[in-house]
């Protein structure tokens, strides 16, 4: 897939755990697993807002596009 999802990096950068941010965007461990991992097929912006939210950064911080 070109869309790469770099949560894992933002949570490292931010020093925070699959736990804590499940918590702070209100999603379950398994969802938040299943995009960090890129295996999602898509994600609500309502999400993705939390998310950047949570960990102070840009949609662009977390999804990135990459030639095939």
Do not use: H, W
């Amino acid at each position: 897939m070109a869309i790469i999802v770099n949560l894992d990096v933002m949570m490292a950068k931010r020093k925070i755990s699959l736990n804590e941010l499940s918590g702070r965007v209100d999603l379950t461990l398994s969802n938040l697993s299943i995009l960090k991992t890129g295996k999602a097929k898509a994600i609500r912006f309502s999400t993705l807002e939390a998310i950047c939210k949570a960990l102070d950064c840009q949609p662009g911080d977390i999804l990135e596009y990459v030639e095939d």
